[in-house]
């Protein structure tokens, strides 16, 4: 029989209570808490506790571009600070019942690119399960997926930039082309993954800083986002590399194919893909006749 985590309830990796926002929270507010917290996700909650939508760094980042581009002359910027939340948030929420399983959570999370899921009891809020929990828990798990490795998921393409790239550009690059991440490179050598979290998140604190002081200027470029040089080889399993994006604190990270030289890149999402496939294979082999016959 099955019995990985993925087959149990969601106790073990939900984030039980957590920090929530009202609709009428002023952006400023918020920005002010997730410089101080780190925090990515924010349920945006009624008075009753009852999901109303979900607010992302990634959310805010679009919100002030497209607002700025709508008001040409910025005139009365510091005014966008006190815009309530509910005008950038995501809606309506995609949610979990407290008693639904890891997989069925993971699945949903992977289907809409999500790395944040409410999770409810009743129609209330009561936690938060994310991506980087589903790692954690993965990490230090026995799931047979463990041993999978590198090469059966990395992405060995991908969109390489120059490590003297604004941030800006780069924050363009990413929306435009739709990418999750890209390897930073200066002339041929690999320096390390920058994702679009990574860079949302930047520019949320940038915005921040500007919000008491208006004068702040950030020019960092696409070499100053790398948070790590590792690089594991093509042939790592897949328990290794989310050991070291746990300990790292890290979404993302290099693959070599031999010694130092890069060979790609691999995420988060693509050990958690692989591990919603294997788990499903689990459980049809679990639940097939041959199965169940030869249960004694």
Known sequence: MNQSFLSH????????????????????ELLERLYCTGLHHWPVVNRHHQVLGMVTDRDIIRFFKSHRLANHANQGARDEYRIPVADCMTRPVETISSDGEALEALERLLAHHFHGLPVLNGDSLCGLVT???????????????????????????????????????????LTRERLDYVLVTEGECAL???????????????????????????????????????????????????????????????????????????????????????????????NSPASVRSIP
Do not use: W
Request: net charge negative; proline share 3%; charged share 20%.
């Open 192 to 286: 390390g993954v920058v994702t679009a979290r990574d860079v949302s998140f930047h520019l949320c604190r940038q915005l921040a800083h500007s919000a008491f002081d208006p004068n702040h200027e950030d020019t960092k470029r696409a070499v100053d986002m790398v948070k790590s040089t590792s690089c594991v080889r093509v042939s790592a399993d897949l328990g290794h590399v989310a050991t070291i994006l746990l300990e790292q604190n890290i979404r993302a990270t290099m693959v070599c194919q031999r010694g130092t030289e890069p060979a790609g890149v691999i995420t988060e999402d693509h050990i958690l893909g692989m591990l919603c496939q294997q788990e499903r294979i689990l459980n049809l082999a679990a």
């Open 131 to 173: 991506t980087s929990d589903y790692i954690r828990e993965f990490a230090y798990s026995s799931h047979p997926t463990r041993d999978a490795t590198v090469g059966q998921v990395y992405d060995d393409s991908p969109t390489i930039v120059d490590s003297h790239m604004l941030i800006s550009d780069l924050y363009e690059k």
């Open 9 to 28: 309830g969601l106790d073990s990796l939900v984030t039980f209570n957590p920090i929530s926002i009202h609709s009428d929270t002023q952006l400023g």
